[in-house]
């Protein structure tokens, strides 16, 4: 409560200097700053209201400084479209069977099978195909070009990872999301997979009605086993040693 108050505080002081700089400066000489003032309150305490209950619905599944924005903006968009917060599971570590570990951006468990998101943040274009082991990033209209490793591959090897630990308790089907966030453009995206789906943030809704409209309900033989496993997942990314561990390899990787 007394974070509220104190973000109200600081909300109402800096929309206080807005109407006084607006009021001064632009074209509101014939309006008295009691107005201004007034308008400039109401905007402040309803974009409050907004952030409370963005960061109220996001706990439901997660911590608000977990993982990336994007990722975040992710998990409040699925919540907001009424997937069930107890399906949905973010920032997730998944230990493979060489001691290291899988990090997966966010899951849902659907009737139909497991949804694995990789989200992804770029600008520029981007190129690649799906049998490629890098895609490219192009900036500056072509003056500058960056690799990153192919999204889909990357999410392949989260997807194997998540399967060998829910192979006792669930023989489903898994699609692979991967979302892109950021002022870019998918340019020449092709040979694509099965079972798999490359596209914009906005259109995240639209792939998964696609996926849940065409394909049979699954078969879970345990729902708890999933739902336990999935949850010691996310609980690994509060290890601080598994986190630091995964980062270390990631970084060994990309020398």
């Not at 002081?13 to 632009?26: G, R």
């Not at 308008?39 to 309803?46: K, N």
């Not at 192979?167 to 099965?194: E, H, K, M, N, Q």
């Not at 639209?206 to 049979?216: F, H, K, T, V």
């Amino acid at each position: 409560m007394n974070k509220r108050i104190a973000i109200i505080a600081i909300m109402i002081c800096y929309m206080a200097s807005i109407a006084q700089t607006v009021n001064e400066h632009l074209s509101f000489k014939g309006v008295p700053f009691g107005i201004v003032l007034i308008l400039a309150l109401i905007i402040a305490i309803f974009f409050a209201i907004n952030q409370w209950r963005n960061m109220a619905l996001l706990r439901t599944v997660t911590d608000t400084n977990r993982g990336t924005c994007s990722e975040r903006k992710l998990i409040l968009k699925l919540l907001k479209h009424n997937i069930p917060a107890i399906t949905i599971y973010h920032d997730m570590y998944v230990e493979r069977y060489n001691g290291q570990y899988s990090q997966i951006d966010a899951v849902v468990v659907t009737k139909v099978g497991v949804i694995v998101f990789e989200v992804k943040d770029y600008s520029g274009w981007i190129f690649g195909k799906g049998y490629q082991n890098y895609w490219t990033q192009v900036l500056a209209y072509g003056k500058e070009k960056h690799r990153f490793y192919n999204p889909i591959l990357q999410n392949n090897g989260h997807i194997e990872a998540l399967k060998k630990k829910l192979s006792d308790v669930a023989d489903v089907p898994f699609f692979s999301v991967v979302v892109f966030y950021g002022r870019c453009t998918l340019r020449d995206i092709s040979y694509i997979p099965d079972s798999t789906y490359v596209g914009y943030a906005r259109n995240v809704m639209s792939i998964i009605e696609e996926i849940l409209e065409n394909n049979p309900s699954a078969n879970y033989k345990d729902k708890w086993g999933v739902i336990n496993v999935l949850r010691e997942a996310t609980a690994n990314g509060n290890n601080c040693e598994i986190v630091n561990h995964h980062i270390q390899n990631v970084r060994n990787y990309y020398k």
